[in-house]
């Protein structure tokens, strides 16, 4: 996947045409949705690529027993919330970051001020967008393993989607902050590259937080995805997620999204 490659660049002169005919905020997002779906290779990771890792994974034998040490629950039982929080990683450390980038690097933020458009705007729409296809995968996940697996739906469906919609926000804002850190696009890729890795590991995607030893699970706990791993399985196992993993997930959101406030630069 290589989300920056995507072509920007006629998005802000289309978007403050449209502005001066209509809402500037509806210009950008109508522009920038155009952008997003001419991008086959970023709508497949976000998209489909969680929930034909999670068909491959039912392949396993053993993945579809139940097992005492899961508390009677399947190993792929565990995967859908995994795969769901691999959208999300998707969608805001590997997809939202260089798009942002190359549009600061361009020069496109600085001539936005010219325009009835403010830069704001744009990056409302790309986070706006970005969430609402992570948001889109997930849906598409839960469908997959219920019809394919037989996979329960969510037994706290209020508590489910309160963890789904805080580790939307926690990875977008974590991805926003990368945008902020980064003066280039390669250089958001690359660090984009490195927080994926490490995001993939807290959600459980090699090994699930709950199967991990004591040390390393308290660890891997106290990051924002390992916090909506463990939240998003309570809720799908019809507990109300521990108010301390949501509360985690939401300091984490706090703490991304005030740094990348600070630290983001238009130009």
């Known amino acids: 996947m290589n989300p920056s490659d995507v072509t920007a660049a006629p998005a802000a002169p289309a978007a403050g045409s449209a502005a001066r005919r209509g809402s500037p905020m509806k210009a950008v997002l109508t522009a920038e949705t155009r952008l997003f779906l001419r991008e086959p290779g970023s709508l497949f990771w976000i998209l489909a690529f969680p929930s034909v890792l999670l068909v491959i994974l039912g392949f396993v034998p053993a993945f579809r027993e139940a097992q005492e040490d899961l508390g009677g629950r399947r190993v792929i039982d565990l995967y859908v919330p995994i795969s769901i929080l691999l959208a999300l990683i998707m969608a805001g450390l590997q997809a ?108 459980g995607l090699w090994l699930p937080v709950r199967a991990m030893p004591g040390t390393l699970r308290r660890i891997v706990e106290a990051t924002p995805f390992g916090a909506a791993s463990q939240a998003l399985d309570q809720a799908a196992s019809g507990q109300w997620p521990s108010w301390v993993y949501l509360g985690i997930v939401a300091l984490w959101t706090a703490v991304l999204g005030f740094t990348a406030s600070r630290l983001f630069r238009w130009q």
């Not at 403010?118 to 019809?147: D, E, W």
């Open 96 to 203: 939202m970051p260089p798009v942002l980038t190359a549009y600061r690097e361009r020069g496109i933020l600085r001539r936005m001020f010219t325009t009835p458009v403010r830069p704001s705007a744009l990056l409302t729409a790309q986070i706006a967008l970005h969430g609402a296809a992570a948001l889109g995968s997930a849906i598409l996940v839960t469908a997959v393993g219920r019809l394919a697996y037989g996979v329960g739906l969510p037994g706290q469906p209020a508590g489910y989607l309160l963890a789904l919609l805080l580790a939307i926000a926690a990875v977008l804002t974590l991805g926003a902050t990368i945008c902020a850190l980064s003066r280039t696009t390669k250089a958001a890729t690359a660090v984009g590259s490195v927080a994926y890795l490490v995001m993939m590991f807290t959600s």
